[in-house]
């Protein structure tokens, strides 16, 4: 009889504290970006693969219960990539022909759900075609729960727009005209 009622509460326990993942949500360009992009004219810009230190990692691991991914399980370096690529194709500046290229190197990608020190973290080397480069680590706070299904879903809803923050950190960084010329 014991064994039973084990057997029933470590099953009910695996059920809790286990889940099929999160998923991030698909990239979404920001207006502001977009409208820094704009400010440069006469530019036109490609981009090149970008690679990471722990390249296709695609997911992190949510208080030891849900893994968060990214859509398709796509690695972190190339959702960065995309972002990057649908930021300057809305501000009407990508061209993949183009002479300047950019490219990253995501050395860390990080993330917390503390309460009161929840955040998606990045550290990049953003470099281009011309030779020029620079060092980047961004970081972008959202609020967090005391439940880890929660804090763990507002982990995943927040990684599109911590990824739209590094993009703009990337984009405002005082060496990033050096880059584009």
């Given amino acids: 009889m014991k064994i039973g009622k084990v057997l029933v509460v470590a099953t009910f326990v695996a059920l809790v504290f286990t889940g099929c993942g999160i998923k991030t949500s698909e990239y979404n360009v920001s207006a502001d970006n977009v409208e820094q992009l704009r400010s440069y004219k006469n530019v036109k810009i490609g981009v090149n693969e970008f690679t990471a230190v722990n390249k296709g990692e695609s997911s992190i691991l949510c208080r ?10 796509e690695a972190f370096e190339k959702y960065i990539e995309n972002a990057l690529k649908s930021e300057l194709k809305m501000a009407g500046i990508y061209d993949a022909n183009s002479k300047i290229k950019l490219s990253g190197i995501v050395n860390k990608v990080g993330a917390s ?13 953003v470099s281009s075609s011309n030779g020029k480069n620079f060092d980047i680590q961004s970081k972008h706070e959202y609020g967090s729960a005391f439940l880890a299904i929660t804090a763990c879903n507002n982990m995943g809803s927040s990684f599109g727009p911590s990824v739209r ?7 405002t960084h005082p060496k990033f005209p050096e880059l584009i010329k």
Avoid: C, H, Q, R
């Avoid at 849900?66 to 399980?73: G, K, L």
């Fill in 64 to 73: 030891l219960a849900e893994t968060v991914e990214t859509p398709n399980e």
């Fill in 113 to 125: 759900t503390m309460l009161g020190d929840a955040y998606w973290s990045f550290d990049i080397n």
């Fill in 165 to 171: 923050k590094l993009i703009s950190d990337i984009l």
